[in-house]
């Protein structure tokens, strides 16, 4: 992927990537870099920030 006239042909093609997409590849590729038991700890987390009611304090 690092041939520019192929990036630019990929580009025109498929139009360019929005903000929010790019920015959940940065975060796939950390999460999928992360050893299995903090995987492990990032998605309890999320679970649990996404469980709480909003203005919950009880995360903070």
Known sequence: ???PTYVAELQN???AP???TV????LLKAFL??????RC?????VERLAAQP???PSLS
Not at 23 to 26: G, P
Not at 33 to 38: E, F, I, V
Not at 41 to 45: A, T, W
């Open 1 to 3: 992927m690092k041939n």
């Open 13 to 15: 093609k498929l139009g």
């Open 18 to 20: 929005s903000s929010e």
């Open 23 to 26: 920015e959940s590849l940065r």
């Open 33 to 38: 870099r992360l050893a299995p038991d903090q």
């Open 41 to 45: 700890d990032v998605i309890e987390l």
């Open 54 to 56: 909003p203005g919950d």
